[in-house]
């Protein structure tokens, strides 16, 4: 009796000890998801400032970085000057969005007042186009290539040197795709 309890006990720890083992060393930001490698979702949306509808479609040839956020999200208020500052320095390299998350245009305009607005912002009514990609909350951030394929997705407030390295990868694949091309 006391060999089955001491073996289950030890059966039970040796599990655990696997499952913390395996989830060490991974960065939690890198969420894996169904459309890496895929074809970006196609949406066309309402600029928030002038209504003109904005379509993905139209951005083909060059990379995007699309980024979902609401002004209730306390992570997406410290994370705003990192994606301001992005679109400014890295704004020739990709086309910069942010698509607002559950939230009325009215908080999203005084969010926007509040901590500026230098790329377009687009508003998804019932928000379907963030169910197209999996948002499961804000902030997230996805990098599409130039021919529109999803090549990551970062979950929480993202780092300069991390949108930075990511726009890198997205221009160095783009170059690539370019000179490959006949």
């Not at 804000?138 to 021919?147: G, L, Q, R, W």
Request: net charge neutral; proline share 8%.
């Amino acid at each position: 009796m006391r060999w089955g309890i001491t073996l289950g006990a030890a059966a039970i720890c040796g599990a655990l000890l696997v499952v913390l083992l395996k989830g060490f060393g991974r960065n939690p930001h890198e969420v894996p998801f169904m459309l890496s490698g895929k074809p970006a979702p196609a949406f066309t949306l309402r600029a928030l400032d002038s209504g003109k509808p904005v379509s993905l479609a139209e951005l083909r040839g060059r990379p995007v970085v699309i980024n979902f956020w609401a002004s209730w999200c306390g992570p997406c208020k410290m994370e705003h000057p990192v994606l301001e500052w992005g679109a400014r320095e890295f704004g020739n390299q990709a086309v910069f969005l942010g698509i607002v998350f559950e939230d009325t245009e009215e908080n999203a305009r005084g969010f926007l007042q509040e901590y500026g607005a230098s790329f377009p912002q687009l508003v998804d009514p019932r928000s379907r186009i963030s169910v197209d990609y999996g948002v499961a909350g804000v902030p997230e951030t996805y990098f599409i290539d130039a021919n529109g394929i999803i090549m990551g997705k970062h979950v929480g407030p993202i780092d300069p040197q991390t949108l930075a390295n990511r726009i890198r990868e997205l221009s160095a694949r783009t170059a690539s795709t370019v000179t490959a091309q006949p």
